[in-house]
């Protein structure tokens, strides 16, 4: 295996192996009912690439909230909520938006020169759905 394969076959294990030993949601924060995140991304590199996704986890979903990078070269991806969802959580809010710029390399050649992220943007838009059974903490 060359190493371009190598490294973003690891990559892909160690996002395997990060989500896998996450709780699931209903273990840590058995009051939430529902996230949903919308994101709208875009992308100007090589090739522009503009799109919109929306992600929804349930009670029976695994606590992790990295996102994957709309950038199919992109190495080392770092998009990830967990932090904005924590703080919501944290005060009981639920609603917030935002940008985020991506900070992985923009593809192998520049991770290797190590001098260009990818800066993929993306706006989120998170919107947590709590239990209204109080009896439930
Ligand atoms: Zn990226």
Known sequence: M??????????FENRLNDEQCKPFI?????????ITIRLKFQYT???????GQQIIKTREDKFYFRIPCI????????LNLINEINSLINF?????????LCNGWQDYVRYKAK????????DYEIEIKYHNDENIK
């Open 92 to 100: 009981r809010e639920t609603n917030m938006n935002g940008k985020k």
């Open 71 to 78: 950038n199919p070269e992109c190495i080392y991806s770092d």
């Open 2 to 11: 060359i190493d371009e394969q190598k490294i973003r076959q690891k990559e």
């Open 115 to 122: 001098n260009y992220h990818c800066q993929t943007h993306m």
């Open 45 to 51: 590199g090589a090739m522009e690439i503009e799109n």
């Open 26 to 34: 209903k273990d840590v924060f058995p009051f939430i009912d529902k």
